[in-house]
């Protein structure tokens, strides 16, 4: 019998040591990282709208290690030469009709996720959209009876490289002049290519890049298409060529 609780007394006393110190394994398992990546918003960018200022918004995919050995004025130089922002008129995506274009020269390093619209009189600001997107450029185009905005946007990181840039689909966003009233003109799985404007009907025919094979790239074997669209009712445009149409075309 003293045997028995003796027995019994060491089983619970282990039992309750296990649970106070739990084993080294349990203690090593890292808890997850939940620090946010710092918001980044970039200097002022004049675009020539009236009274208004536009600042980028987004974070840096891979954040710079500063050296404890460095001086300030090392590392405030090496920030310097790396900001987040919009620069003019650099022609990587030439938007053959618009006035000004401003794009992200960075965009392997720097996801620009929202653009901050400062109304200088007013002191008012407001931001292009409330969630989050992916701007790559965006091109002031003041050819058209009611001045608009157009964006080169990502949404969808379809090959799974972290990072959201020209791989991945590109779509077309269009605001009017002071960022509001923000639509989206060509769906999520289309590459946005170009887009051709008819002035006597205030027409555009966006052309886009259709990945028909599904490898997860856009390149000059894939199936194009083409929309139409209002430039004074911008909304998603409308397939003007019937997949019918294409099916038979296809296999003539």
Known sequence: MKLFLFTLLLSVAIFFNSCQNPTKKEQDIPKPNTKKAALIIGNPLDCGIENISLFPVGTNYKPQVIE?????????LDMAKTTLTFSSNSGRFSDRLAEKEYINGNENEFDIRNIL?????????????????????????????SPKIFYRVVKKDINKDSVYNSKDPVMLFISDIFGKNLVQATPDNEQ???????????????????DADDDKEFTSSDETNF?????????????IFSKSLKDSLRSK
Do not use: C, W
């Open 192 to 210: 946005f290519l170009d887009y051709f404007y008819y002035p006597d009907t205030q027409k555009i025919l966006i052309k886009s890049a259709i």
């Open 117 to 145: 619209f400062y109304d200088l009189k007013t002191g008012g600001t407001y931001p292009l959209v409330t969630d989050t997107i992916h701007i790559l450029s965006f091109a002031i185009h003041n050819e058209f009876p």
């Open 68 to 76: 404890g050995d460095r001086s300030v004025a090392e590392n405030v």
């Open 227 to 239: 929309r139409d669209m209002n430039i004074r009712d911008p909304k998603m445009g409308r397939d």
